[in-house]
């Protein structure tokens, strides 16, 4: 089983990196990832060094995108979920920028908690403002908690590569039923999907036996695509659509 997953490890960090482009820019390094954004446009991060490190910005692509496109992050409630995100992934904002700041030794991690978080971010609050009553992430919590489902939020675990994974909800381990992490995504896309297979691929041989991961996802703006949740299942990954959460229910509140 672990050459198995490791082979699929090596596999998706092959993809990563052939995909991955660099071009200069007036002192910038500008990395074109093969992450593609809701306009199917390759999610660009910039580099340059900076007092012996790196500085690492998305140059305000993910928050000065979402207010174009009619999305107020300035309420109380979705600047305090948009911090408590940053915060899980290290990244500071300034302004519309998202930032981290990386020595030589950790700059992998440093580039893959940046994009996690632009990835993140985009997914908590892309929504048209004529549907938005409450963010998803927050209608899951109040689902949850009216189940009398007991869990922990905001985990983050570390994976073989060294990589930080972050998880939505843990459910800790039951006499009926084993550990279970669930991860909520807002609007399912193959990067969205592809993320959180990595981050379960890299977590899960080092999580008690017996271990589950479940994709809260959001179908309540259209169905969500087939090879989505094929690809789940492949990866032993439960799909969770929100349209059929409480069938769900007996397993999650066990």
Known sequence: MIKEIQKLMDEYQNWLKGKTSLREIDGWVEITTPYIDRHND?????????????????DGYIISDLSLSGCDLNTEKRQRLLQQTLRGFGVEQSKDTLMVVSNESNFSFKKH???????????????????????????????LEKQEIRYTPRVKFAGRSGYDHHFDFVISKSKTHPERLIKVINKPTRDNAGSLMFSWLDTKDDRPPMSKAYACLNDTEGRISKGVLVAFKNYDIRPIEWSKKDDFIEELAA
Request: charged fraction near 15%; hydrophobic fraction near 45%.
């Open 42 to 58: 390759y999610l660009q991060i910039f580099v340059k060094k900076q007092n012996g490190g790196y500085l690492l910005t998305d």
């Open 113 to 143: 908690s940046l994009l996690q978080s632009m990835l993140a971010v985009n997914d908590l609050f892309y929504m048209a403002e004529s549907y938005i009553t409450s963010l998803f992430y927050e209608d899951v919590v109040s689902w």
